[in-house]
């Protein structure tokens, strides 16, 4: 509902679309796109069709979010067809990814960077090509410590907020 109204005040104000920087709330996406007359981009979307272009068809992929996300399965519905979609073992969803949301949520982004790395040796160990960060908090984990120039060149991470914003700008000025 809090969804909705939002967006039905961006559609009155005048918004020519509407993009939504969280990877859970996608979980709604069609009803709410159902509901108003302006277009949302559709940030799991965006991330696939970045994927596409930047990685070969039945890759693995691993996936990094909270556990909202994994059980709506909003990146599952759109990969599963292309990719394998590769998901932490529940143990370290539980002491490495969720921990890592909790401590850059509590500020402590140190904690959060030092917490996220079993995860991630997890999946690189898993032979994935790509790790989407679905999840806000993830790539502040992961990127905090590193200058600009060392996370264009974190080829293997997919950041859907980053994506979603080039999306955005393409569309604003096409």
Known sequence: KSLLNGCRSLEKSGCKFIV??????HYWYEDLQKKI???IINMPKEVFKFTKKN????SKVGLLATEGTLKTGVYDKIFNKDYNLIQPSQNLQKKSVNKAIKFV????????AKAIKPAINELIKMKCKKIILGCTELPIAIFAFKSFSNVKSSKIFLDPNLILANSAMSKHKG
């Open 20 to 25: 939504i920087p969280c990877n859970t709330a």
């Open 37 to 39: 007359n302006i277009p």
């Open 55 to 58: 990685c070969k068809k039945n």
């Open 105 to 112: 949520k509590m500020g402590n982004v140190k904690a959060a």
